[in-house]
């Protein structure tokens, strides 16, 4: 699987947009990229995932660049409990069970 | 929604005894996975099963075994616990299909050795 760097922590307005950078640039064609997030003392959380096309769903929207060598998670109006633990997951979507393998993430804190 | 549901949110256990983790999912996933989660080391996959009675290796399995009886149904067992395997212990279940990859997970079991 492709390596991700993601920064160590932010910071975002309670109500404002937070916005979660991943870079990936050795992904291949075959790789798709994922987004889990990880609450204090909770287990792992699946946000959203895509290829080449930006996702959207209730929870996120993930932005990937044309070369897909990066990708931003955007939680549209933070709130206090988006606070967390965020992984960007880059993963080969082949057949049968693959383990996950989450890196340090970026720790982001909404500020009220 | 998905749920995965762990037997025990907190567990206290001495040196030696014989430990049972279950975890339960009510999505019909055909892959069920263990991981533990200790702070530096992230996630670490233990075993998964991508069918009934099916089991495969992950990275630590040594001091571990699993059962699948049932599709819905994946145990961690612990033979004779030590304190080396004082940890956050997390289940995960996903189907196979490619497009349906993702892994949800539950609420973790935290296990103290003593």
């Known amino acids: 699987d492709a390596k991700t760097t993601q920064p160590p922590s932010m910071d975002c307005a309670e109500g404002r947009a937070a916005n979660l950078p991943c870079n990936h640039s050795t992904i291949s064609g075959n790789e798709y990229v994922y987004w889990y997030r990880q609450i204090h003392s909770q287990g792992p959380q699946y946000i959203i995932h895509?290829?080449?096309n930006n996702e959207t769903n209730e929870m996120a929207s993930l932005i990937i660049t044309e070369d897909r060598k990066s990708s931003t998670l955007i939680l549209p109006h933070a709130t206090l409990r988006d606070t967390a633990v965020y992984y960007c997951?880059?993963?080969?979507?082949?057949?049968?069970?693959?383990?996950?393998?989450f890196g340090q993430g970026t720790r982001l804190t909404i500020n009220p | 929604d998905v749920k995965v549901t762990q037997s025990s949110r907190y567990l206290v256990k001495r040196t030696g005894e014989k430990v049972f983790l279950e975890c339960v999912q009510d999505?019909?996933?055909?892959?069920m996975f263990w991981y533990r989660q200790d702070p530096g080391l992230g996630l670490r996959l233990i075993y998964f099963s991508y069918d009934v009675k099916m089991k495969e290796k992950g990275d630590i399995p040594e001091g571990y075994s699993v059962s699948r009886e049932k599709k819905e149904r994946f145990s961690l067992i612990l033979e004779s616990a030590s304190t080396n395997q004082t940890s956050m212990y997390l289940c995960a279940s996903s189907f196979t299909g490619a497009a349906r990859r993702e892994q949800y997970f539950g609420p973790g079991t935290r296990l103290t050795v003593t």
């Open positions: 997951i880059v993963r080969v979507g082949s057949q049968g069970a693959q383990k996950l393998v």
């Open positions: 895509g290829l080449k």
């Open positions: 999505m019909d996933h055909e892959n």
